[in-house]
DNA sequence: CACGCCTGTAACTATAATGATCACAACTTA
DNA sequence: TAAGTTGTGATCATTATAGTTACAGGCGTG
């Protein structure tokens, strides 16, 4: 359990959040589907009111989704469950500044990590809760 | 320390090898250069020996490129450091399979998951080892 | 208004991944 | 043979994550 199934579990809450509109489904209920504890739920749930996504209130149960899921992308969700720097990918500290390759690594492997974490980030601002959702009633 | 940096380092160790092509540098030298301990860096060669990716003999300082230096893409390296499953995106496990949501989210986001994976390492593949060493000698 | 239900959070635990380090057998080469 | 090197197992510290308990505070219905 150590990887990071944050995202996912946040697409799961927005996708019931959704298909349950209007109804009142509390922490406990979307863990019973999520299968996990109603506290994690409640944890992911507050970052996702953070990041502007979904609007609860102390006390009350049932989520309202704060933008129609349209206009809710999939990268909208990873951004607001990834509580680091947001790197895909780490770089060691403190290489050798007396080495020519020590010395220049860290910026050369930035660029090319950033690349490749914009290219994923692109995809990712392509799919929709939406197109989840559909997806997601489309199967038996 | 929990962030990967295995890429990153094994992108040095590739450098190093490539610029100090024909001599022969030991694992505490390019420790010293990477700033870590001599066994992690035989740890990661002994990754990219694996993956067809360097030649390694016991005993024998100086491992060899096992493939021109323009050849040996960032994917490559990438997948060489990666013991796990591969995926970028972590499902929850065991959802609710009474519930149309629970049933179908693991297929429908592993889909998703899978694109936006497979976009990154379009990109990566995009990258070699040649432009990253020439970036690096390239800077002052 | 009182009670019950729910949320938001802090605190703690268990698990797993990672990197650093020590130790040592096996191998190569001078 | 001796020195140096690799490959690898074992251990430890650190960190991220998820699960769980506990509880203060908000909300709404009777």
Redo the contacts with the bound molecule.
Sequence with gaps: ??????FA?AAHVLSLLHIHEGGRI???YIAGSV??????V??I??ML?KAGLVQ????????TLARPIDEITLLDVYRAVQ??DGSLF?I?DNPNPDCRVGRNIQVTLDTAFTRAQQAMERELAGMTMEEVCLDIVNRP
Tied chains: 1, 2.
């Excluded at 609860?56 to 989520?63: E, I, R």
């Design positions: 359990m150590a990887a990071n199934s944050r579990v509390t922490s406990e299968n996990t504890n109603p506290v994690v409640r944890r749930m507050g009111n609860t209130s102390p006390g009350v149960a049932g989520a509580p680091e780490a060691h």
